[in-house]
């Protein structure tokens, strides 16, 4: 049996099983964001056979194209994206999914506790090169964009960003493989992993004991294209009143001091601007609030989001920085708009900005305490947008208003608890609203972005240095 079990062929379907395991594992979670404490096991197949002296670099190679196309597959037949993009990301993915598989065999095979934790390194390299090399979607694109659903465990966010999650993930389950194949190493494994699990828990608890500077109360409006079509579009009186004017009067009356309206809600020209600026303006003076409100500048290509006060006045306006691949706007230059809102700094963000950690940063750097983000998304990605949008709240320690057009509509708590939410598909059209805590501090990952990926860069080349220098001398 031993024999039949690392024969080539019952290797190479032991490599397939391994990969196909951990990918779907990985995978699900990304499609059924509540099934996410699956990747708390999700590796355990992958590091499990690396890990065996006896498996050679073809089957981790193997194992690793099974954990591609498994974590890939149902989630592109969900996403449904234009075939030229559906294959890329497949082809890519895989290709990231082939390395950490082969490179982790490298890493484990004989190796200590330390090779636990150059595992974990690898993945945090692995994931920032994911989101960062080829920036289709940003961290949407992240293994492990799903964990905003469960906020109370990722406060540790604001420290890291989303790469400290991978870190402990990695470094967690090779521990765990370590414990189970090597007798010698099971009493340090044990006591490394409640270290980790410790230093997790205090770090979240910490961070959620901060105190607020004050709370202000908020609303997001939205609403579908087929409402649109339902009620005459904002261009005509029904449309105007019904999804737009209407829902500011009752948000307003709910006492919301910032109302904040989707991506593309206004399509003008420049000479059709002053017209409308008096109309939205007549809309803040009556209800006396701040409109946040996404427009497209038809003259100038622009993709823009105002802001106009209650005394009517555009106080900022701010271009859209990151295009997708759908649109054909001239891009802004990623420079940030911030008013004040009764004494609080609001920043401004548009739909697939908030993909990205630049221009997020920014605004954590500038102590802002709420970030206006008018969105246009579509059925199949809505849910997988918020959840990656969430995370820009908790790396920055701010609150993010999310007005959605074909998506959902979300007001996010700075610790990334959603206080309210509407998906227009499924609610239609109409408002939420929520009070929010407010802070201005600064956290780390403001200030230094995916740091992670530096220490783990410069670890794994020191313990590979290492590795090489090991092997050399016992030959």
Known sequence: MKQIYFGIRGQDWFCRLAGLCSGLLLGIPAIYPSLVPLQLVALLPLFYLTAMEKIRSRGMLVAGLYMGLAYTLPQLLVLRLPVPMSVLLLVWLTMIMVIIAWASGKLLKKSGVSGAFAAGALFVLADCINFTALPIWGTAQSLVRPWSHYPGLIQFVSLTGITGIIFVLGSLQALAVKFVISPTLRRKSLVLIITIVLIIFAANVAIRLQKPIGRLKVAAVGWTTDDREQYGEVYSENGFETL???????????????????????????????????????????????????CIDTTNNKNKMMFISPSGDCSGEYTKTHLTYFENFIKGDARPTRI????????????????????????????????????????????????????????????????????????????????????????????????????????????????????????????????????????
């Open 244 to 294: 737009l004017a209407g829902p500011i009067a009752d948000a307003a009356e709910k006492g919301a001091r910032l109302i904040v309206c989707p991506e593309g809600t206004l399509w003008f020209s420049e000479t059709q601007r002053k017209d409308w600026l008096e109309k939205l303006a007549a809309i803040t003076r009556k209800h006396d609030v701040f409109l946040a409100i996404g």
């Open 340 to 475: 004040d809102v009764d004494s609080y700094a609001v920043g401004a963000m548009i739909c697939q900005d908030d993909n990205f950690t630049d221009l997020s940063r920014k605004y954590g750097r500038m102590g802002v305490s709420l970030v206006a983000v008018p969105t246009w998304d579509w059925l199949q990605v809505k849910d997988a947008h918020l959840q990656n949008s969430i995370y820009r709240s908790i790396e920055s320690r701010y609150a993010i208003v999310r007005a959605g057009l074909n998506g959902i509509s979300a007001i996010v708590s700075p610790d990334s608890r959603i206080l309210a939410k509407k998906d227009h598909f499924k609610q239609g059209p109409g408002f939420i609203t929520a009070e929010v805590p407010l802070y201005s501090s600064r956290t780390l990952f403001s200030r230094f972005g995916h740091w992670p990926a530096i220490p783990s860069a410069v670890f794994l080349v020191i313990y590979s240095c290492f590795r090489y220098r090991h092997s050399q001398r016992s030959v």
